[in-house]
């Protein structure tokens, strides 16, 4: 009986030796300094993003001027540029970041079966001892001694064999982990081709706006002001209906009927920088301004991110518009490119100025899924978000000439009550 436990033993002893000297699979230095490159690739051009943005924003506060004009146009068209490379290094170093992951993928696969292997040899070597009761050890030895022996080599099996198994599904947590980062990252892959397809889409339009915008006013600042004028009357009668529509609507809700005030019910459609992203609000909900001649805003502006960000749904729910209230690349008006979004609480959300609609109307959407691109399309003088929250029974599709599509109108909530 003994010379059977020293087998088993001797088993257990090999076990953790090769077990132990088994090392990891070593992934190739030239690999690891790829990915090292491209991180810090990325990280250059972040930054160089970031400065742009800082000029462009300092040309914003410079009056509207012509060549204000061309120069946020230049300073956007770089930033759009940095965007496509950044977006094709990144999907570069995520395929590297994945075959990365396969050489531990491998790896974890081999020490899983050699443990499994091991478990197997062992769980042989004791299959007879394992039948034989406590009892029959107790009478089967001369001594008392003897049976607490074989009594204790036996619990001492099963504690090895119960830690050799621990060790496999500690094994196979791993695998399981790395298999989903690899999914995670294919997914990320999936989104940033996503990215660049629509983020080169985005750079062609505005190239072809700043080549309109030329040729509209022949590189003459007396032409620009006169078109800039006219706009601006045009967007005022524009606002002026709609805020008599909306304080009609107004005038008749109880608002007893919203969802209680709570923040999460929304996510930010853009990742503030307090969330570790670079947006920030730039107005308020129920601000004034000179931009809407003393009039409360309507909804919350986010900004300070470049044209083509990405822009995510607030919560789960059905898009209910996709339009563009722009007549041209030089006639814009009111939102512009924008979404609308109906959710089961009966809040309804606007996503407005957008370069890039990636959405079509009646599409389900859930919570987090990207819907379209930060822009500065309808009446807007500069790249930012219009997040808006309406009362959904409330909201009605209204035709506003000169504006084009269909403009939604409906009665206004803060925004910041619900994210």
């Known amino acids: ?76 068209l770089s930033q759009l540029n940095l965007g496509i490379r950044a977006s094709e290094i990144n999907i570069e170093k995520l395929n590297l970041e994945i075959e990365s992951l396969n050489y531990d993928i491998g790896d974890t696969r081999s020490k899983i079966n050699l443990q499994k292997d091991g478990i197997t040899e062992i769980l042989k070597a004791m299959e007879r001892k394992d039948r034989e009761a406590i009892l029959i050890t107790l009478l089967k030895n001369k001594s008392f001694s003897e049976s607490i022996s074989e ?36 997914k990320k892959i999936e989104v940033e081709n996503k990215n660049l397809k629509n983020r080169k889409l985005i750079s062609v339009t505005e190239k072809n706006e700043r080549q309109i915008l030329l040729e509209r006013t022949k590189n003459q600042e007396k032409l620009y002001q006169n078109l800039i004028s006219g706009l601006e009357k045009q967007q005022n009668a524009i606002s002026d209906e709609i805020a008599k529509i909306e304080d009609q609507l107004r005038s008749t ?15 930010w459609p853009i990742k503030l920088s307090k969330d570790g992203g670079t947006a920030y609000i730039t107005q308020h909900f129920g601000e004034k301004s000179y931009l809407y001649r003393g009039k409360a805003h309507n909804g919350l502006d986010i900004g300070g991110v470049p044209i083509g960000t990405p822009v995510f749904a607030a919560a ?26 109906e959710h089961d609480n009966n809040l309804t959300t606007i996503y407005a100025h957008l370069s890039f609609q990636a959405v079509q109307k009646n599409a389900l959407v859930k919570r987090g899924d990207l819907i379209g691109y930060l822009g500065k399309t309808g009446y807007a003088t500069g790249p930012h978000l219009h997040f808006g929250v309406y009362w959904a029974p409330s909201v009605i599709m209204k035709s506003i000439p000169p504006a084009a599509g269909l403009v939604p109108v409906g009665v206004v909530i803060n925004p910041e009550d619900y994210l």
Do not use: C, H
Request: a positive charge; hydrophobic letters at 35%; glycine letters at 4%.
């Open 316 to 341: 789960d729910g059905k898009v209910i518009a996709v339009d563009n209230n722009d007549r041209s690349a030089w006639n814009k008006y009111q939102y512009g490119k924008y979404i609308l979004i």
């Open 151 to 186: 009594i204790q080599n036996l619990t001492d099996l099963n504690i090895g064999l119960s830690s050799q198994i621990d060790k496999l599904q500690d094994l196979d947590d791993q695998l399981s982990n790395k298999l989903d980062l690899t999914s995670q990252k294919k």
């Open 1 to 76: 009986m003994k010379r059977d436990y020293k087998y088993v033993f001797f088993l257990l002893f090999t076990f953790y030796f090769l077990f132990s000297n088994v090392s990891a699979a070593e992934i190739p230095q030239n690999l690891k300094s790829a990915i090292e490159e491209k991180t810090k690739s990325l990280q250059e051009i972040n930054q160089k993003i970031l400065q742009t943005q800082k000029n462009l924003e300092e040309t914003s506060g410079k009056g509207k001027t012509l060549q204000k004009e061309i120069r946020q146009f230049d300073y956007q």
């Open 253 to 267: 809700f109880d608002s007893t009927l919203l969802p209680a005030k709570r923040p999460g019910v929304f996510s």
